[in-house]
């Protein structure tokens, strides 16, 4: 059985990659138990300092794999927890919000809903010029998970957000980005360079300051006061070794 998830290494840089090309990356929820199983290893692994996280193939991630749903369960995915019962729904989200290493998306193809919102906990977002992205959860008659209700109106404004959310209309990554869904808009050929080589930068940073540092900033976005900010960052400083 291949795996969904894969990790690579590119020195201090972890890659963690969506590995159903042929499924355009659709998710299930075996690829989510995958997923959350790589991250706990990068987190205890003291040698990574930066994760990027892509998909294989042609696509970040389309969506959750509506064919493997309806279809009987595999053999090999007994005992799995059912679709929104796994960690990945439940508490990842969270988790990879306060992952003490930076981590970067680097959205190769289309990202249609999970494959959307699995990148708003991320600290930075990439994506290759004219990619396609959509939440259509509205269409589909689910509320948007993983966090969106707290994330996505941090990134593009609450007007967006429900435009985004409530119309589930498809924009191109160049619009993401005037958004603010993602940061950089590259050429898909340049893309996972580029993402690598922010990451190095990133991982030439002493790791505990640049773990500090993302917990600040991300302390400071949900704060309510810039003395709130203020006192946290010195906290932050104070716990330096």
Do not use: W
Not at 135 to 158: E, N
């Amino acid at each position: 059985m291949d795996k969904t998830v894969l990790i690579e290494r590119r020195g201090a840089v972890a890659l963690v990659i969506l590995n159903r090309a042929e499924q355009l990356n659709a998710y299930t929820v075996r690829m989510g138990e995958e997923l959350v199983r790589a991250f706990d290893a990068l987190r205890a692994d003291a040698t990574v300092r930066v994760v990027v996280l892509t998909g294989a193939g042609r696509a970040f991630c389309a969506g959750v794999d509506l064919k493997a749903l309806k279809a009987a369960p595999a053999p090999e995915d007994a005992g799995l927890p059912a679709l929104g019962q796994e960690r990945f729904v439940q508490r990842f989200a969270e988790e990879l919000y306060h992952f003490p290493k930076p981590v970067i998306a680097a959205i190769n193809g289309a990202a249609v809903g999970v494959g959307v919102t699995m990148t708003l906990p991320c600290d930075i977002r990439m994506a290759a010029s004219g990619v396609k992205m959509a939440l259509p959860f509205a269409k589909l008659g689910i509320v948007p998970g993983l966090g969106s209700s707290f994330l996505l109106p941090r990134l593009v404004g609450p007007g967006n957000a429900k435009i985004l959310a409530l119309t589930g209309k498809t924009i191109l990554s160049d619009e993401a980005r005037e958004m603010g869904l993602v940061d950089r808009v590259v050429a898909p050929e340049n893309l996972l360079e580029e993402a690598l080589a922010l990451a190095g930068a990133i991982a030439e940073n002493p790791p505990q300051v640049v773990g500090l540092i993302k917990e600040a900033l991300n302390s400071g976005v949900a704060a309510d006061a810039i003395g709130a900010a203020i006192a946290f960052e010195h906290a932050q400083n104070a716990r330096r070794t």
